[in-house]
């Protein structure tokens, strides 16, 4: 399975960014996984940001991006995406997707729960 994320770049404050995510190589169907956003700084370990359940019918979110960023999947596409708005400085950093297969409604935070990884995309906030 590969995960290409892109979308990033430098944006101001208070912009907008979405970032699309594209699977490739599957084994099972996509909608068989499920889908999540990371991110890292260089001065810190990677951090959940979203998840999107198998079906696309949940969502869970990092309280520090709630009611800001969406995740959403287009099965069809094979694909999952982040839209940023409303960002914050303290947003910079790399975005990486993950995809779990699973069935579960269960939101999961964890890393070890994510079988493959995007390379990342970097995300710059401006003040």
């Known amino acids: 399975v590969q995960l290409q994320a892109s979308g990033g770049g430098l944006v101001q404050a208070g912009g907008s960014l979405r970032l699309p995510c594209a699977a490739s190589?599957?084994?099972?169907?996509?909608?068989?996984?499920?889908m999540a956003w990371f991110r890292q700084t260089p001065w810190t370990e990677r951090e959940f940001v979203a998840w999107?359940?198998?079906?696309?019918?949940?969502?869970s979110y990092a309280e520090s991006v709630k009611g800001r960023f969406t995740i959403s999947r287009d099965i069809a596409k094979n694909a999952v995406s982040l839209q940023m708005n409303s960002l914050r400085p303290e947003d910079t950093a790399v975005y990486y997707c993950?995809?779990?297969?699973?069935?579960?409604?269960?939101?999961?935070?964890?890393?070890?729960?994510?079988?493959?990884w995007g390379r990342g995309t970097l995300v710059t906030v401006s003040s």
């Open positions: 999107i359940s198998w079906s696309g019918g949940r969502t």
């Open positions: 993950a995809a779990a297969r699973t069935f579960s409604d269960r939101a999961s935070p964890e890393i070890t729960t994510y079988n493959y």
């Open positions: 190589g599957l084994t099972f169907s996509f909608s068989s996984y499920a």
